[in-house]
């Protein structure tokens, strides 16, 4: 059968890359044609943009490039019609791929969405609008099928989450803190993990701070988790003449040798929860704090923005956020995660608590078998 699959940021490609593989093993004669990543196009198939040219975070952002965004629908909508795949699968990127799947919908294709939109957080109307265009509904947190059928959609299957696959299945999983700091020309002290984002609108609001954090802890040494298509130049740009060391494609080992790490608000929070490293989660916008209180009272619809407190149901990792993103604040919060054994050890013990909540590793397989079950219907 032809896949049509859609991400368009660096967790989407991971998972995409993941849901890509189970399916080969499932259909012997699976074709892909994607919008993804570097994970996505070592699978195999066509790729027609690369998610580095997709990502733009923000209002003003959106707004400065809205004639991109615009060219980037109008091509994916003729290059689905060309294509005409079996069924179109789309990996979260909610703002692009709720406009592709009213689309696909409008002219008969199958449409699944995998890994739904954040729309339980907020401008939950958007509910109808999935209802309307898409067939089924593949979920990766179970609150997530309460809310949608709340909204009476029932085509909805929780099938776990695919990072638990990430990490199952990632390589060199018995790696050594040696074997690691020497392959990368590292000083043999503890690490702290700097995962900054994956876009560089992120990067370039969060990095500045993180690098001010690190002055204070001398006896640690900061490692940068570069993103895919993020140059080291551009990091260099902050960085300047501090030494912060930059590992491309090596996340997950970096974390697992990490002893604390500073991650931005997304998918990460949660794969660095899983890892067991303690962490604090950080995220800043440039709309200025008072637009970000109104916009948080009025329009969010969750108590917090990390996927770790939203899947506990409390907040087991502290949240660092707009006014409270500072250089003090993250090191006061750095230093208890380091040095009070107390507090450290209440969070490991949480992070267990989370592992029973999320179950066990297969949610790619799960899917993959779905989806061709559906279509085969």
């Known amino acids: 059968m032809k896949y049509y699959i859609i991400a368009g940021e660096a967790s989407g490609d991971l998972h995409g890359s993941n849901l890509m593989k189970s399916l080969k093993q499932h259909d012997s004669e699976a074709e892909f044609r994607f919008w993804g990543g570097d994970k996505m196009a070592e699978i195999g198939g066509e ?115 695919p990072i638990l696959d990430a990490i199952e299945n990632r ?43 690190s002055k204070h802890f001398p006896d640690y040494q900061f490692v940068i988790a570069g993103a895919p298509g993020i140059n080291k130049d551009f990091y260099h740009s902050f960085i300047k003449d501090i030494n912060l060391p930059i590992v491309y494609e090596q996340t997950y080992l970096l974390l697992q040798q990490s002893r604390a790490a500073l991650v931005t608000s997304g998918t990460a929070t949660l794969e660095t929860a899983l890892f067991r490293v303690p962490e604090i989660v950080c995220y800043h916008t440039n709309i200025g704090n008072l637009l970000y209180r109104i916009g948080w009272k009025y329009l969010v619809k969750v108590d917090y923005i990390s996927l770790a407190n939203l899947i506990a149901d409390k907040e087991i990792v502290r949240e660092l956020v707009q006014m409270t993103f500072k250089e003090s604040f993250v090191t006061h919060e750095l230093d208890k995660i380091l040095n009070n054994t107390q507090y450290r050890k209440q969070m490991l013990d949480n992070y267990e608590l989370l592992w029973q909540k999320m179950g066990t590793a297969g949610a790619s397989d799960k899917a993959a078998k779905s989806i061709i079950n559906d279509l085969r219907k």
Request: contains cysteine; hydrophobic residues 45%; charged residues 20%.
């Open 171 to 213: 390589e060199n999983k018995n790696q050594t803190f040696n074997d690691f700091v020497q392959s990368n020309n590292l000083p043999n002290k503890p690490i702290v993990a700097l995962l900054a984002g994956s876009r560089k609108q992120e990067i370039k609001l969060m990095l500045p701070v993180m690098i001010n954090v």
């Open 47 to 161: 790729p027609v943009k690369h998610i580095s040219e997709l990502a733009f975070m923000g209002f003003v952002k959106v707004i400065t490039n809205i004639r991109t965004i615009k060219g980037n629908i109008k091509l994916c909508q003729s290059d689905i019609l060309s294509y005409a795949p079996d069924v179109l699968i789309l990996i979260d990127y909610g703002g692009f791929n709720m406009k592709i799947a009213e689309f696909a919908k409008a002219n008969g294709v199958r449409v699944h969405y995998y890994i739904s939109p954040k729309i339980w957080a907020s401008r939950t109307g958007r509910v109808k609008k999935i209802k309307a265009t898409v067939d089924k509904m593949f979920v990766i947190l179970p609150f997530e099928v309460d809310f949608y059928k709340q909204h009476g959609f029932n085509n909805v299957e929780y099938i776990g989450n």
